[in-house]
């Protein structure tokens, strides 16, 4: 009674669409519960429970997404607003969201076999997985840049974390300290982008933003254009971006090969929402400003990481540089600013998911205990000696490479069409010199498999997570090479959008 | 029951899938009873189709089933899907009804093969990709279905590839099949351009009244393509060689079912062809007549058996296009299927006797086989009398329909069409003379058989021959093929209309494009006739040479006819001198220029890619000057676009 008096009602909390919010509140509040019962009854708990509990949470915030895709691509409802304008609920973000928490369950299949043979397992690795996810689940949802900056750190410190989670191994901990120093470096510039944009438009909200351009000829727009330099920057990090990408290959080669599965899948897909959702459906208006320096960003990131991939002898940093070009065929798709070229980016990231997963999958067991035996030697031989392991690593190999039958002719196909249905010939042409630089590099790999022998005859066992991760991903790869249409459609049914609360 | 359609293809893919995993482990003779069964029930299904469209109106009887969209891009979109009408039903009943007779034939002839399960592994894919080519309803398809049985096709003539001479006979037959392959897609990408696409209904509405230059390029280029599927003159040169490959293989490959694809893929453009000018269908007709007459006249010389029956086929194949150029096209199809009943028995036949005389291929080790091989022979015979054109075997029926398609569009056409129609005769006699009938010159190592036979021909004293009739897994499918080849004609006598089911049934897919006979009935009687007396002067020319010898067999077989026109050695030569000289040319621009260009990419790649290296330096101080710099570098972009 007395509090009541005292305390003032001027604090109006938001209304807030619980339902909406089920994958971020899966995925977070798994992290936190799994933490509690872990420190409390850890000790007479199976070892294999953590990942499999972390699989069933990525799987539940999967699942809880179906709700909100039917209530989106619904013509009567539509995109709503779920937190105060901050948190958009629309196709686009219910696909990312998706993608993201299925990379949750690959990775936390791969981490298990991984984990206990490096004799690293406990449910420390899959809670920061979790939490990671949900900060890039944010990221994608963001409607407000400091809910994007919130959600972006959320996924980054878990993701610092997990680069050096192998704590035997001085690359892991370089990884880690170098990911951390120049990613914190990076996420200032953002942040200094994000006053910059509240400096030039009044407003942190995308919704206010994008309104505020519409209507309004900015005089000087000096403030606004040093904003998209500095926001560039920070997203370009995070997408691994050339000249932003140093970081990669160091960090790649040295983490524990299943976190890098989730950073070339799930941590990808969340930088490319955010920059796909700031510039094209935000600074719509703007694209003439910033689409030739998208333009010099994607042809840079195209040939840098194929040229380097081309000249690595690990297999690590290889898939790390043609990672890098990979995600220059995605900013082809950005740069295009159009809906198709935003649904070549879903589609991209979807099927370049598994791909990399899968990848990553087989290098992980490769590598044997103490995650060391990378370099393309360590693959000789591997046909003869596993040939399913094999025949997996290569349908991922080509499908990277964009052969026919498999998802990833399909994506390259799609981004080189967004290309040049803008009319950016030469861009397009970059894109397939691009891709055929980086066909030699999967071709070197699968010759050391199936053609160079080798003596060495150490068993390589293969954990029951993985094999259903593999399974998984070269029938994804292959049956949807065949049949490409359903994760068409899915990708060209997420449109973005920027809604208020009504 | 037509949307059972997508099980013709499956059941052929399944099979081969099933084989591809768990092959090895049913072994002999579980891998070939598996393969059969698969295709057995690809026929079933066609059986099914076919009961469906027939319950349907004639105009009706077009049923398009579209799977998926395979490939879906904005304008250009392609599906895979099926077409079910009279013309690819047609083509899948014969195709999947030979090919299980075949499969089942091959069981006993690949008996104790090491690669046993491997060779029905290509069998099903090869049923699969050429069912593929037939039903698919756009040109994509059918061009995969097309790469398809060519790849099969290869695989199949190189099966035995530790021989050098098989392997270089699938080498030869893929180069040939090359050239095809390039009128076949740029033929493709035209029919984009002009329709907008590439689906055959979409093509064929669009085709009223459509450019004639460009109705002359499809066909003119699909012509290059089915010319190097059909072996058509001078893209035949593969398929005599690829004889080197198992004979059921070439009993199904090379005469039943891949080499018509041509004539299939000519056929189902008629609306097209239509719309060209009229040198198209001319062309079309004088190389199938050249490609008959020319084959024949080299059948006629061959000490080879399945050489001759090699030849057989091209020269069959050649009339199918004088019919197709002649605007015949029930005749093509008429005779397409009568030939795939007779040519199958016959290489099926040839196989049988390969089999028992320990696999001598060369006539001049045959002689007086009937008595050995009963049910082989008379099967053969069977076959003889279809190819030759004896009535009421099914050969004369269609045979003759093209005769009257040829004579009404050009008479000389006609002439030289009869010739070959006697050259046939006279070829496939000589082939079952010297086989079956005739004094033994093989010896069976007992001294006196040896002595009874009259001055053995070719007898190399060392080696004695044991004739005997196969298994019934292999004559069964004879005696099936033989009451085919005997009754085949049924399909379209040419009496009154209603004895014309093939011309009737199919004539939704032809669109009105059927040129319908003009002469009257004296015409028609004349002109069958003179094709009876042709075939009779054949065979009674070759039993003067072979049986009475009133004539010595070296007349007739002129050295460069057994040379085969010498085409082969002219230009295996060409390309040993002159031809060599320019290649060399070429080959040195492409060392120095072309392959110099792509080295060089190759060098600059990696040279610049060890300089770009170099910036990786592990520091995370330097990693941080790329990231400062590149922050600057972008804002200094912005500032120069910025409006102040």
């Known amino acids: 009674m007395f509090f009541a008096q005292v305390a003032p009602d001027s604090i109006v909390t938001p209304d807030i669409a619980w339902t909406a919010l089920v994958p971020h509140l899966v995925l977070a509040g798994g992290a936190i519960l799994m933490l509690m019962?872990?420190?409390?009854?850890?000790?007479?708990?199976?070892?294999?429970?953590?990942?499999m509990v972390t699989a069933a949470v990525g799987l539940g915030a999967a699942i809880g997404s179906i709700h909100l895709w039917r209530r989106v691509t619904d013509a009567d409802r539509g995109p709503f607003s779920a937190v105060a304008d901050s948190v958009g609920i629309d196709g686009f973000s219910v696909f990312l969201t998706v993608v993201i928490s299925l990379t949750v369950v690959f990775a936390a299949l791969l981490a298990d076999g991984y984990l206990r043979r490096e004799r690293l397992d406990g449910p420390e690795y899959h809670v920061l997985l979790l939490l990671s996810a949900a900060g890039g689940v944010t990221m994608a949802t963001a409607n407000d840049l400091i809910v994007l900056f919130l959600g972006l750190e959320i996924l980054s410190l878990a993701v610092y974390v997990l680069a050096g989670y192998h704590n035997r191994r001085a690359q892991s901990q370089e990884a880690a300290i170098k990911y951390f120093v120049l990613g914190a470096f990076s996420s200032a510039f953002l942040l200094y982008g994000i006053a910059l944009t509240y400096g030039a438009t009044g407003s942190t909200n995308l919704v206010d933003i994008n309104a505020y351009l519409r209507s309004t000829v900015l005089v000087d727009d000096g403030l606004l254009l040093a904003g998209f330099a500095l926001l560039l920057v920070g997203l370009g990090f995070k997408v691994s971006a050339v000249p932003f990408h140093t970081w990669t290959p160091d960090v790649y080669q040295g983490s524990p090969t299943p976190v890098v599965a989730f950073m070339a899948s799930g941590v990808k897909a969340a930088g490319f929402a955010a920059?796909?959702?700031?510039?094209?459906?935000?600074?719509?208006?703007?694209?003439?400003?910033?689409?030739?320096i998208l333009y010099a960003l994607a042809v840079a990131t195209l040939l840098v990481g194929a040229i380097l991939a081309v000249v690595q002898n690990d297999v690590k940093r290889m898939l790390a540089y043609s990672s890098i070009s990979h995600a220059g065929f995605m900013l082809i798709g950005v740069h295009a600013a159009s809906a198709d070229g935003t649904a070549s980016v879903l589609y991209y990231l979807a099927v370049y998911s598994v791909l990399v997963i899968g990848s990553f999958a087989v290098v992980g067991v490769?590598?044997?205990?103490?995650?060391?035996a990378t370099t393309v030697g360590d693959f000789a031989g591997l046909g003869a000696r596993r040939p399913w392991l094999a025949f997996a690593f290569t349908v991922f190999l080509l499908a990277q490479a964009g052969v026919p039958l498999t998802t990833g002719f399909f994506a390259k196909f799609y981004a080189i069409t967004a290309a040049v249905d803008g009319r950016s010939w030469a861009l397009a042409i970059v894109a397939m010199l691009s891709a055929v630089i980086a066909a030699y590099l999967y071709l070197r790999i699968m010759i050391a498999m199936w053609l160079e022998g080798s003596d060495d005859d150490a068993p390589i066992r293969v954990p029951v997570g993985t094999v259903v991760v593999l399974g998984v991903a070269a029938a994804f790869t292959i049956g949807f090479g065949i049949f490409p249409e359903p994760i068409v459609d899915l990708a060209r049914d997420a449109t973005p959008a920027l809604v208020n609360s009504p | 029951m037509e949307e059972l359609v997508w099980l013709i293809p499956a059941l052929p893919l399944l099979g081969f899938v099933l084989l591809v995993l768990g092959g090895r482990r049913l072994g002999e003779p579980g891998a070939g009873y598996l393969a059969t069964t698969m295709v057995a029930g690809s026929f079933i299904a066609t059986v099914l189709v076919f009961v469906g469209l027939l319950g349907k109106d004639?105009?009706?009887?077009?049923?398009?089933?579209?799977?998926f969209e395979w490939i879906p891009a904005g304008d250009f979109s392609v599906d895979v899907g099926f077409l079910a009408d009279p013309l690819s039903i047609t083509m899948a009943l014969f195709i999947t009804g030979i090919s299980s007779l075949i499969h089942l034939y091959a069981i006993a002839y690949m008996h104790g093969d090491k690669d046993f399960s491997k060779f029905f592994v290509y069998m099903n894919l090869f049923v699969f990709s050429m069912l593929m080519l037939v039903l698919g309803d756009n040109l994509l398809i059918t061009f995969l279905g097309w790469e398809g049985v060519g790849t099969c096709s290869y695989l199949l003539i190189s099966f035995w590839f530790t021989d050098e001479a098989n392997a270089t006979a699938g080498k030869k037959a893929f180069v040939t099949n090359r050239v095809g392959d390039w009128g076949f897609m740029v033929a493709t990408l035209l029919a984009f351009f002009t329709f907008g696409s590439i689906n055959y209904g979409?093509?064929?509405?669009?085709?009223?009244?459509?450019?004639?230059?460009?109705?002359?390029?499809?066909?003119?280029?699909?012509l290059v393509g089915a010319a190097g599927k059909s072996a058509q003159f001078p893209l035949y040169l593969w398929l005599p060689d690829a004889m080197a490959g198992p004979t059921p293989v070439s009993a199904l490959i090379h005469a039943a079912t891949m080499?018509?694809?041509g004539v299939y893929l000519l056929t189902r453009v008629n609306p097209i062809i239509a719309e060209a000018s009229s040198v198209a269908p001319d062309v079309i007709a004088w190389i199938g007549l050249f490609t008959a007459l020319f084959a024949a006249s080299i059948a006629v010389a061959q000490a080879d058996i399945k050489k001759v029956l090699a030849y057989s086929t091209v020269s069959q194949l050649g009339f199918m296009f004088v019919a197709v150029g002649s605007g015949v096209y029930v005749a093509a199809i008429f005779h397409m299927v009568t030939h795939a009943f007779f040519k199958a028995l016959l290489f099926l036949g040839a196989g049988s006797v390969i089999h028992g005389m320990d696999d001598e291929q060369d006539m001049e080790y045959y002689g007086g086989l009937r008595k050995f091989m009963p049910i082989t022979a008379a099967t053969m015979v069977v076959g003889w009398l279809a190819i030759a054109g004896v009535p009421p075997f099914s050969g004369f029926w269609s045979k003759d329909e093209i005769l009257l398609g040829a004579y009404e569009n050009n008479?000389?056409?006609?002439?030289?069409?009869?010739?070959?129609?006697?050259?046939?005769?006279f070829y496939m006699s000589r082939l079952i003379f010297l086989t079956f009938f005739g004094e033994r010159r093989w010896s069976d190592g007992d001294p006196e058989a040896h002595a009874a036979a009259d001055e053995p021909v070719a007898d190399d004293g060392a080696r004695s021959f044991h004739p005997h009739e196969p298994s019934p897994l292999m004559w069964v499918p004879l005696v099936v093929l033989a009451g085919l080849a005997l009754l085949g004609g049924l399909l379209n006598l040419p009496f009154t209309g209603d004895t014309k089911i093939l011309e009737q049934w199919l004539e939704p897919s032809l669109f009105g494009n059927e040129h319908i006979a003009?002469?009257?009935?004296a015409g028609k009687w004349t002109l069958a006739i003179m094709s009876i007396v042709a075939a009779v002067i054949g065979v009674i020319g070759a039993a003067a040479v072979y049986i009475r010898r009133r004539v010595d067999k070296s007349v007739v077989e002129q050295p460069i006819l057994q040379d085969a026109w010498m085409v082969d050695d002219t230009v295996t030569s060409f390309m040993g001198g002159p031809g060599r000289k320019s290649f060399e040319l070429v080959s040195w621009f492409d060392r120095t220029v072309i392959d110099g260009a792509v080295n060089g990419t190759a060098a600059v790649v990696r040279h610049g890619g060890l300089v770009l290296r170099r910036l990786q330096t592990g520091f995370v101080r330097s990693y941080a000057v790329g990231v400062g710099g590149g922050a600057v570098a972008l804002l200094v972009y912005f500032l120069f676009r910025t409006t102040f």
């Open chain 2, 411 to 425: 008479v000389v056409a006609w002439v030289l069409l009869l010739i070959a129609a006697i050259l046939t005769a």
């Open chain 2, 259 to 261: 080499v018509t694809g």
């Open chain 1, 37 to 51: 019962v872990w420190s409390l009854a850890g000790r007479w708990l199976p070892r294999w429970l953590p990942s």
């Open chain 2, 518 to 521: 003009t002469s009257g009935a």
């Open chain 2, 202 to 222: 979409e093509m064929f509405s669009g085709a009223d009244g459509m450019a004639t230059s460009t109705a002359t390029a499809i066909t003119l280029l699909l």
């Open chain 2, 58 to 67: 004639a105009e009706e009887r077009l049923f398009e089933q579209t799977l």
């Open chain 1, 366 to 372: 490769v590598s044997g205990t103490g995650d060391g």
């Open chain 1, 275 to 292: 920059l796909l959702r700031v510039f094209v459906v935000t600074f719509g208006t703007y694209a003439d400003d910033w689409k030739p």
